[in-house]
């Protein structure tokens, strides 16, 4: 649609709606918003589909479901992780015992003739399928349901090892490599069965990981040890040589950024500092940039196989990705995070926005580089310049922001900016926003107020749609019905 039409499309709209009488006029771009909630199959299985399903559209007006699917993860599958108190629904006892993880549907063997993992059933809800019993009433219902799986797998399921990533100490990790060919037929395999085994309205991925470059500095809030990045697999070695980069080189200038993090650790302050000592090792291994460009391209490689693979079935289901939390703290992974490059292969972005948590999650990722390359930084000082270069408004000091997480103001510019880097694109943006994801006890809990201010401040910013995260089983109703209410409030409810 050009401008012109556009602009008499937008005209025609506000002028039937002020028209006295013309209330039953549907305004097209108030139909076009997308209201989600991403559930797990425990959930169903708990409460019964018909009660999870009026609950949702009634406190929220929910008219899309994210189910996850697939993940042997506990952020978006089982109940309430063990340590944080049980939300006001669904069964009132930890799954610690039970919860185990994989496809919370059949597994169709036919579609997973290129990939050597095979058997990847959830075995925690017997035979229950999700898709099979929630898409009827789903559909009853007018709500969309999108199939959401993530990149999160376990060590010791039959023949998972042949797709681990190696990390930079020799070891196999439990995560796997996009370049590992099992692994990334195994990535549209499934999408695959899904698209033709389900009567679905689309599929997101996610995938909370970075490159190894990130991961020796310890840069994010996750931050495992130095010696776990990766991937240094003969997969990703012979695709490094296919681009002109060393591997061996590479493999060693990650060494002696490993042996510098871990001094840095220990306080030892290298001779003209850390921050000059990380830039003349990136100077000395160039590779070290090399290879974090790689494993990110490699992620871009194998989102654009699912998204190709999916629209070569059904070009009417929806395809796009769930982007890290990692994004709002570590500029150099937002660097990577180059939305408009993404947007030719993603229909929409669920871009993670959590208000809440981001506050300790900040603060651990300060507290993380605060004692790597920027050691030589004072970390409140540390953290003004990330606000300053990640281009927030007032948040809190250091000391307070685990206990004040992050102001509704951040939901509001981190969507105006995703939203201007998408323009022109036909990308619908949906931010992921926090409803009770756990923070350590003591630390910022989600509020009504606060919830409500945050869907507010997504929608103010042009959002076309909100993904109420990550789980409806940790989610209190309360705070449920706050974004309903905020939802009311813009017309949507
Ligand atoms: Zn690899």
Redesign the pocket.
């Known amino acids: 649609m050009d401008r012109r039409v556009f602009l008499q499309h937008a005209a025609g709209t506000v002028v039937a709606a002020s028209l006295p009488g013309a209330s039953f006029a549907v305004d097209p771009a108030r139909q076009q918003k997308m209201i989600g909630i991403q559930v797990g199959a425990v959930s169903f299985v708990d409460e019964g589909v018909s009660k999870v399903l009026d609950e949702c559209q009634q406190s929220a007006a929910v008219n899309t479901l994210f189910v996850a699917t697939f993940t042997y993860g506990r952020g978006i599958a089982g109940r309430q992780v063990p340590g944080q108190p049980l939300p006001d629904h669904g069964s009132q006892r930890y799954d610690t015992d039970t919860f185990f993880g994989g496809s919370y549907t059949k597994v169709n063997p036919k579609y997973y003739t290129n990939t050597a993992f095979k058997d990847f059933r959830a075995p925690d809800l017997g035979n229950f399928d999700v898709l099979e019993q929630v898409i009827p009433e789903a559909k009853k219902r007018g709500m969309k349901t999108i199939c959401w799986y993530e990149d999160v797998f376990r060590r010791g399921l039959p023949n998972v090892e042949k797709l681990q990533?190696?990390e930079l100490s020799g070891k196999k990790a439990a995560t796997l490599?996009?370049?590992?060919p099992d692994y990334l037929s195994w990535l549209q395999d499934i999408a695959e069965d899904w698209s033709r085994s389900y009567d679905i309205d689309g599929i997101m991925w996610g995938s909370e990981r970075q490159g190894a470059l990130s991961n020796v500095l310890g840069a994010s809030h996750a931050h495992p040890q130095p010696s776990a990045a990766?991937?240094?697999?003969e997969?990703?070695y012979a695709k490094a040589r296919r681009q002109g980069v060393n591997p061996e080189r590479a493999k060693q200038g990650f060494l002696e950024l490993e042996k510098f993090v871990l001094a840095s650790r220990k306080g030892v302050r290298p001779v003209d500092g850390s921050y000059v000592e990380f830039w003349r090792l990136m100077l000395r291994y160039p590779e070290l940039l090399a290879w974090e460009s790689l494993w990110t391209s490699s992620l871009r490689e194998a989102q654009k196989a699912i998204y190709d693979r999916v629209k070569g079935i059904n070009p009417k289901l929806g395809v796009g990705w769930h982007i890290w939390h990692n994004n709002s703290f570590n500029p150099i992974y937002r660097a990577e995070q180059d939305l408009a490059e993404m947007a030719p292969y993603s229909d929409f972005l669920k871009i993670v926005m959590y208000q809440n948590c981001a506050g300790e999650r900040m603060a651990d990722y300060i507290n993380s580089v605060g004692t790597s390359y920027f050691s030589d930084v004072p970390k409140q000082e540390l953290l003004e310049f990330h606000y300053r270069v990640l281009d927030y408004g007032k948040e809190a000091s250091l000391k307070d922001l685990p206990v004040t997480g992050f102001s509704a103001d951040y939901v509001y510019r981190e969507t105006m900016r995703a939203k201007k880097a998408l323009e022109g694109s036909k990308t619908k943006l949906w931010p992921g926003i926090d409803i009770d994801i756990p923070t350590a006890g003591g630390n910022a809990k989600c509020t009504p107020d606060g919830t409500k201010a945050v869907v507010l401040a997504a929608f103010r910013g042009g959002a076309e749609g909100v993904i109420l995260s990550r789980k409806y089983s940790e989610m209190k109703l309360e705070n449920l019905r706050a974004a309903g209410g905020a939802l009311k409030e813009v017309g949507l409810g």
């Not at 490599?177 to 590992?180: I, L, P, R």
């Not at 990766?230 to 697999?233: D, N, R």
Request: contains cysteine; charged residues 10%; aromatic residues 24%.
């Open positions: 990533e190696v490599c996009f370049n590992n990766t991937c240094f697999c997969f990703c």
